[in-house]
């Protein structure tokens, strides 16, 4: 069975910053895109970055230059450092993976954790 575990969030300043891990664990044959996604209360889920197997990244408009997506393929995990923080980055913040386990490939997603930007 696959489980991502994410940690890192927490409450910052405006200005501030915080890095987000997430960790694959089980039976995992192979990993292809990573990414983050972020939920504000009363809105729709919204793609954050993502990074490929070979390191290729994508970013939305709203946090180019602030936020930096990376990724360990020797621990299965994925990062994303978010600096310069603005209170609308105030989300709950999920990680997910296209994982190959037992010849099936399929997406996973993370539990979420709590991003609180203060202003």
């Known amino acids: 069975q696959v489980q991502l575990v994410e940690s890192g969030g927490g409450l910052v300043q405006a200005g501030g910053s915080l890095r987000l891990s997430c960790a694959a664990s089980?039976?995992?044959?192979?990993?292809?895109?990573m990414g983050w996604y972020r939920q504000a209360p009363g809105k729709q889920r919204e793609s954050v970055a993502s990074i490929t197997s070979g390191g290729s990244t994508n970013y939305a408009e709203s946090v180019k230059g602030r936020f930096t997506i990376s990724r360990d393929n020797t621990k299965n995990t994925v990062y994303l450092q978010m600096n310069t923080l603005k209170p609308e980055d105030t989300a709950v913040y999920y990680c997910?993976?296209?994982?190959?386990?037992?010849?099936?490939?399929?997406?996973?997603w993370g539990q979420g954790t709590q991003v609180t930007v203060s202003s």
């Open positions: 997910n993976a296209k994982i190959t386990t037992q010849g099936i490939t399929r997406t996973y």
């Open positions: 089980g039976s995992i044959f192979s990993i292809n895109a």
